[in-house]
């Protein structure tokens, strides 16, 4: 699988750092931001292939909307990410089903599938 630029937004800094190390690992390379002005930042001059977003953001960010935003300013392919059950993030009223979601917390399986099924987003 060819290197991909991934923009990572998530507000938690230790789930970040960690996903950022394990996404590096597996040879992609990782914006990350934690507000929504520095992600739109990245989009626009790093252009990444790929992005992965928490569904709940703290403050009065809105993970799912921002997703709506990513996908339809960059056309770019959005996952979300969450720690919330399927069943629970389903049941919200913000949620989107068009949107993949990937759980945390995940296993190196669990991101391999990802990074698979992301691939083909980007293609």
Sequence with gaps: MRPTIILLVEDEPVI???????????????????????ALW???????????????????????????????RFQLPVWLMTG?????????????????VLYKPFTRHQLEVFLRESKQDID
């Excluded at 960690?18 to 990782?30: A, F, I, N, T, Y």
């Excluded at 629970?88 to 913000?94: Q, V, Y």
């Design 16 to 38: 970040a750092l960690d996903v950022k190390h394990r996404l590096e690992r597996e040879g992609h390379r990782v914006l990350c931001a934690d507000q929504l002005d520095d």
């Design 42 to 72: 990245l989009c626009m001059h790093h252009q990444p292939g790929l992005a992965l977003v928490n569904f709940r953001m703290s403050g009065s960010t809105d993970g799912m909307a921002f997703a709506r935003l990513l996908q339809a």
């Design 84 to 100: 919330a059950r399927s069943q629970d993030l389903s049941g919200s009223p913000n949620f989107d089903a068009r949107f993949k």
